[in-house]
């Protein structure tokens, strides 16, 4: 499968626009055509719904809200829809402050998302807010570890299946899943937490390869992040190697993914079906 | 001619007021400071005509545009004009929205510019608003190749009049040309366009460069655009030799506008006169 | 002291909340996590006191201020200093334009701020707005300099007395100092004027800084301008070994704050108390 669906997007090229923070924009941007798609960034109200038309895929991301992004979130987001493009929330700080838990309740109530993408804590998040009584303490521990696979992945599909999106929950180890069926990743290294980032440009990525593979969202998600996480494993042996620090390893990432084939990625996964 | 160009900006370090998008703003800054400027971005309304009155050229980018900064696009334009600095107009995205195109009017329709750069779908957009009825359709091919560099310049030559700018189309291969005399540029190389930020990298190189040379703004237009070219070239061989990915090259470009000379500029420059 | 507050920043992670300009807003995130701390970049007004409420330090910076953001700054100072967080000012550029003096004025006002940030031309302005009459020139040279050292050295001492903040001025040669005491600081490397941010970066650093060292904010804020220094210093030798450029020079920066030690750290001060 990682073969096909990365081969769609080199082939493809896909136009993603991103309405996303201005902190991590840059790197966004850059991954985006390191992976083989395309970025178009805009967020002013008059103009998102005429832009996410010419896309493939729209990639939302809360890392900045302010009132008129937020608007223009929810403006694009309802026109992607009506165009049957997918569309990706990253909730980056949901729980850290009102305006964001429900900035991100208002857009998974007004924009059916193909894929939410987020750490436990945001996810936990939204789960409480998703329709149920049970409170931000969704049965669920606050890392992923292998003696929690199991109930995060039954709390990922449980989510999948009350936001009818495809769930991916970030951290050591990665769940991607619908409501059905769920994937364990255990690509990456603990040195992408110390640069700034790798979880912004993984929610273009996303966007992208679903944007290549509108028919098979979920596989679509566990490619990209796989290829996010084998990059930054194949990163780290070369900061070792050159002695580098956070920076030059965050250079090397992206440079792992403009320089990733299809067989390098199917050859490096670490990924088990659940 | 390119010596004294570069030279000079190196001996004047003309600070230049960037209006531009937050995707790339970084690059721009850092881009300035490496071919011997120095950035300032200021845009909010109340303190735009200040800034701009104390720097020595401006740079309009509509990457990100938003109402806010379109308002202070023109206040700053307007500002430059009345003091003869020279502004630069980098349209990026005409064409692709109502408002980036109306905006792209509103700001040739208020503020002379003395250089317009972008590639040739802006520069198409711009010729069918500028006061003939022969539509988008601009009696030229969608890429300027081999083939299509005569008709190319005769475009730009055209529109140089039409809006009595100084024309960069920049694709493959570079047109910069005024009313009467055109350059073709070879300088660049593919990889370039796997990355973001070198259109407006350059749209801040111009600005600085016609800072620095008010007398000659086409010869320091072509300038400009012959560094940056020279500069993704040399990037490039570096790039091979390190087995480098995009963002290293990336920064590699900016490292080669940073070393280089005056001499080695003038024996790089790949120009034809037309 | 050096490596005790070093390691205090290691050891504590200070969760810094910054409202900066999007300029060099990458940088400071990636520098904060370098040191051992982490960034949240939070400027809506609605938000910011709970976003800073969870934090240990906030940084205000005023590179690319606008109304809504100097409101935001406003409110989240005053929810700092009711909880007793160190609040750091850089005021980018104050003296530039009305804008920025005036905004800097009210925020010294309204706001207790911990630790003021700047270069002398900066802090002459705040200066001139403390209440005397004695206008911009505040009988100090406009660059540090071995021959003006002292000058500088009771300039910042005063200016501490009057604004009850640490004062750090920054140039050729540092002075760090409240109101009693002061450091002269001579690390750092002139090619850091020729990159963008360093200055942003620091002020990240000092209020990571302060936020793990509350009960010695002068130290704190010596100990975060000598790491950005000494980090320059190393990366210049890196740089130079490499035959690098400016791009490259600055990701070395970051990379040599990543991988700074406390012992490294005090060997390599070049600190003087006055």
Avoid: W
Wanted: aromatic share 4%; with cysteine.
């Amino acid at each position: 499968m990682f073969k096909k669906i990365f081969e769609n997007v080199q082939n493809e090229t896909p136009l993603v626009h991103c309405i996303t923070n201005y902190v991590t924009v840059n790197d966004v941007a850059n991954v985006l055509l390191a992976a083989g798609g395309s970025p178009i960034m805009a967020d002013d109200p008059k103009e998102v719904e005429e832009i996410t038309a010419i896309c493939a895929a729209l990639n939302l991301n809360i890392g900045t809200l302010n009132e008129r992004t937020i608007h223009s979130m929810l403006k694009a987001g309802k026109k992607a829809n009506s165009l049957s493009h997918p569309v990706v929330l990253d909730p980056v700080g949901a729980g850290a402050s009102a305006l964001r838990t429900e900035t991100t309740f208002e857009l998974i109530d007004t924009i059916a998302f193909s894929v939410i993408k987020g750490n436990i804590s945001e996810m936990k998040t939204i789960y409480a807010g998703s329709g149920t009584t049970k409170g931000v303490d969704a049965d669920v521990s606050d890392a992923v570890t292998e003696d929690t696979v199991s109930e995060a992945v039954a709390f990922a599909k449980d989510l999948s299946a009350r936001t009818n999106a495809v769930i991916a929950i970030t951290g050591a180890i990665d769940i991607v899943a619908d409501s059905q069926k769920a994937y364990v990743i255990r690509n990456g290294h603990p040195s992408m937490a110390k640069i700034s980032g790798t979880g912004c440009m993984l929610s273009g990525l996303i966007a992208a390869f679903c944007g290549a593979n509108r028919e098979n969202l979920l596989d679509a998600t566990a490619t990209a992040v796989c290829l996010m996480g084998l990059s930054g494993e194949l990163a780290q042996e070369k900061a070792v190697k050159n002695d580098a620090g956070t920076s030059s390893y965050r250079a090397y990432i992206i440079d792992e993914i403009s320089k990733m084939s299809a067989d390098k990625l199917a050859g490096g996964v670490k990924i088990e079906h659940r």
